[in-house]
């Protein structure tokens, strides 16, 4: 095993994300499958990030544009890894899901999470400070707050009212967090405060026909690396109610002795996490290098 | 298995090869093996020492099946096993004198071995492999990355504790603390006119740091557990310091170095990621099972030692008539690791991992009743002059720094505890914390240790690709 796919989730989204690829065989399929599944222009998705269900949609169009672009160009994956939303790329890249299923699925998910926590509730991002010190803060915390996503040993995400985030906030900075940052999120992410959301999808994904995975998929609630489809599923349903255990995700395929991280548009989020994060590893974003140059160093190992 | 260093090796779980894992150090799959043990895709025996593990394999996990590596076989099946010999003669002797299978794969086989470090009759089966086995530079430290903090410490734990002990003979790991007193000898211990008059002996793998202080003529003799890659040629030229063959390849000996290590050196030092207020430490943090490598047999006091040396005098009880001295165990560490995460915690993680994992006991890499000394950047604790659990817990609250633990320790404590010579900071060791600087370090790259070793230290490509 050498090489992983990672897809990224909410945060990375960019106005000009499609530019790229419009034109492109996969993008045109993929857009014109989602405009007759969802009756609507794919083209205000970008244009107005307000709607969750808007940034979704938008990053799976791309995650698996992009992906069987460089598929076709000759850079196959060993296993795939999708952050939150991004799981649903990963799903349809490793054949679990169909496309089709995965649009259907990622609007209800969207419209689910939208309908959710109408106001007074977001996400804040901690930097600086070492995962395990930021679950005893909050576990000593009498509020309402989640750890959302661990995504670097010292970068992680909570979830929450924005009274208890705010409350928290100054036992982080105490603690020795060197930065504490509202996200631009309007919904609890990540949280069993979605148990209820999380349940919803998983009645929707038991009327849909589920494959045998061609390539092994990396749980965002367990850091497992996953081959039985039941599983996959039961990922899919649940993330938005758990914690995205991202990094030791990422340590897990180091350990399994993955060399070749490779992070797909948008951005390049995920690929910095880990330079130099993980020793003897080659953290490489699509936006940033030229697919003959992946490609090229992808050989070489 | 005493190291579960490779994927391949929790492949076999994964795939329902094996079942059932007893073992030392599992490092580099620290992940992935907490989680299967979760999963119970893995059923652990034990987390051994290393040496408990060697025993055991000639008492109750006796080999039906030995799979090794050598670097060389001959046509009679005796093989080379050179640097990296290890624990592989202790593996092949268990299972071969007990009827048991003894398979190798070797790298080459040629007509003339250099040496014989296996005879043939231990072994069974060779296979040549098609490419040869994986071999990392694990014990390699670049000194660019050594902090003032770090050299700060290896002063403290020079003058506080070799100078005052008169340690001749110690055991390093592998951390940058200890590298950066490897490097401190020649500068920092030759301007306190240290030369020998302490660590002539010891029981370590050859790290690249050491070689300025060979250089210097500081170190008498050195056994090493392991080989180290790009160390062949200097170790080839310095016999005099090093084990080496009449054919001039090291022979290392994971086993008999552990054992040394264990019972015949005066001092012990190593660093931890968690330590309790006691002074109990652990590496198995939660999500990490790592297991522990040499600490918990080189980190502990051999009772039935019977030879003397001024440092193990050092520490005897001055009320028993039975005169006993103890082994120094040090530990040595910042009082924070990054992130801000405190090292002093009130419950070590390992006991929830015990839990958990459902081990009989949990993970403890250095029981805190061993630790004799604790090296912070705020100062020295002689824990072994603590005489009860309360002052023991003083004492390491008052060398903790801005810890929960440490915020407990008062001035007036401090003071009393100074006086007692139960610790001693900077000051009280006339230590010019000025000197701290990276300045002081006989060697600041890799490239410098080349230059000390006139060029016959070849560092592994993932050391150059800083250089210009």
Request: charge should be negative; charged fraction near 20%.
């Amino acid at each position: 095993m050498h090489t992983v796919f990672l897809f990224p989730g909410q945060g990375s989204q960019r106005h000009d994300m499609f530019q790229p690829y419009q034109g492109t065989k996969h993008f045109e399929l993929i857009k014109q499958l989602v405009e007759d599944e969802l009756q609507e222009d794919v083209n205000q998705y970008t244009a107005d990030f307000s709607s969750t269900r808007h940034v979704q949609l938008a990053l799976l169009i791309v995650g698996v544009s992009s992906s069987k672009q460089l598929v076709d160009a000759g850079i196959r994956p060993d296993c795939v890894a999708g952050h939150s939303a991004g799981a649903y790329s990963a799903a349809v890249l490793s054949e679990v899901l169909t496309l089709k299923d995965a649009i259907r699925l990622v609007d209800l998910r969207g419209r689910l999470m939208e309908q959710a926590f109408p106001s007074g509730y977001g996400m804040i991002a901690v930097q600086g400070l070492d995962l395990n010190v930021v679950v005893q803060v909050i576990n000593a915390h009498q509020d309402d707050v989640y750890l959302a996503n661990e995504n670097a040993q010292q970068q992680v995400v909570l979830s929450g009212s924005n009274t208890s985030l705010r409350a928290i906030r100054h036992t982080l900075k105490e603690k020795g967090a060197r930065r504490v940052i509202p996200l631009s999120v309007t919904v609890p992410s990540h949280s069993p405060l979605f148990t209820k959301e999380a349940d919803q999808l998983r009645n929707a994904m038991k009327n849909i026909t589920i494959r045998a995975p061609k390539l092994p998929y990396v749980s965002n609630q367990t850091a497992r690396l996953l081959r039985n489809k039941e599983a996959i599923v039961e990922d899919l349903a649940g993330n938005i109610a758990s914690t995205v255990k991202w990094h030791t995700s990422m340590k897990m395929l180091t350990e399994r002795g993955i060399m070749n991280f490779i992070q797909l548009p948008p951005g390049s989020i995920y690929s910095d996490l880990l330079e130099g994060a993980f020793e003897g590893i080659q953290a490489l974003s699509v936006e940033a290098l030229s697919v003959d140059y992946i490609l090229q160093l992808v050989q070489k190992e | 298995m005493s190291s579960v260093s490779r994927p391949e090796h929790l492949d076999l779980f994964e795939k329902g090869i094996a079942d059932r894992l007893d073992f030392s150090f599992s490092g580099p799959q620290s992940t992935r093996i907490a989680q299967m043990i979760e999963d119970e895709e893995i059923k652990v025996g034990n987390i051994h020492t290393y040496i408990e593990l060697y025993g055991r394999l000639f008492i109750d996990l006796i080999p039906n099946v030995a799979l090794v590596a050598a670097d060389q076989a001959d046509a009679n099946g005796n093989l080379y096993t050179g640097a990296n010999t290890e624990e592989t003669p202790t593996i092949v002797e268990a299972t071969a004198f007990k009827n048991g299978i003894v398979i190798v794969q070797v790298n080459q086989i040629v007509e003339e071995l250099p040496r014989v470090d296996i005879p043939a009759s231990w072994v069974d089966v060779i296979v040549l492999g098609d490419e040869p086995y994986q071999l990392e530079a694990l014990f390699t430290r670049d000194p660019k990355h050594i902090t003032e903090i770090q050299i700060l410490m290896a002063m403290l734990a020079i003058r506080g504790v070799y100078e005052k002990h008169s340690v001749q003979s110690l055991n390093h790991g592998i951390g940058f603390n200890t590298a950066a007193i490897e490097l401190l000898l020649p500068t920092y211990g030759e301007s306190l006119n240290l030369r020998g008059k302490i660590c002539k002996h010891w029981a370590a793998n050859p790290h690249p740091t050491l070689i300025p202080a060979i250089e210097s003529g500081w170190i008498d003799s050195i056994h090493s557990f392991g080989g180290e890659k790009g160390m062949e040629q200097y170790i080839a030229a310095r016999p005099d310091v090093f084990f080496v063959g009449s054919d001039g390849t090291m022979r290392s000996n994971r086993t008999l170095c552990q054992m040394a290590g264990q019972y015949a050196v005066d001092l012990f030092i190593g660093s931890t990621l968690q330590m309790d207020y006691v002074g109990n430490s652990s590496t198995v943090v939660r999500g990490r099972l790592a297991g522990f490598g040499g600490a918990p047999n080189m980190g502990h006091d051999p009772k039935g030692r019977r030879h003397s040396t001024k440092a193990w005098l050092d520490m005897k009880n001055p009320d028993d008539d039975l005169i006993r001295g103890r082994k120094l165990v040090v530990q040595m560490m910042e009082t924070h690791q990054p992130g801000n995460r405190p090292v002093f915690v009130e419950q070590l993680d390992a006991i929830a991992v015990a839990n958990e994992a459902k081990l009989d006991t949990p993970p403890v890499m250095i029981y805190g009743e061993d630790v004799t000394h604790l090296v912070t950047e705020e100062g020295v604790a002689y824990l072994y002059k603590s005489d009860s659990p309360a002052e023991r817990k003083e004492a390491i609250a008052a060398v903790a720094g801005v810890t929960e633990l440490g915020l407990t320790s008062t001035p007036r404590q401090k003071q009393r505890l100074r006086e007692q010579g139960i610790i001693a900071t900077t000051d009280d060791l006339e230590i010019d914390v000025k000197k701290a600087n990276r300045s002081l370090l006989a060697a600041k790259s890799i490239e410098e240790l080349v230059m000390w070793s006139d060029s016959l230290y070849d560092p592994p490509e993932k050391f150059r690709s800083y250089w210009t």
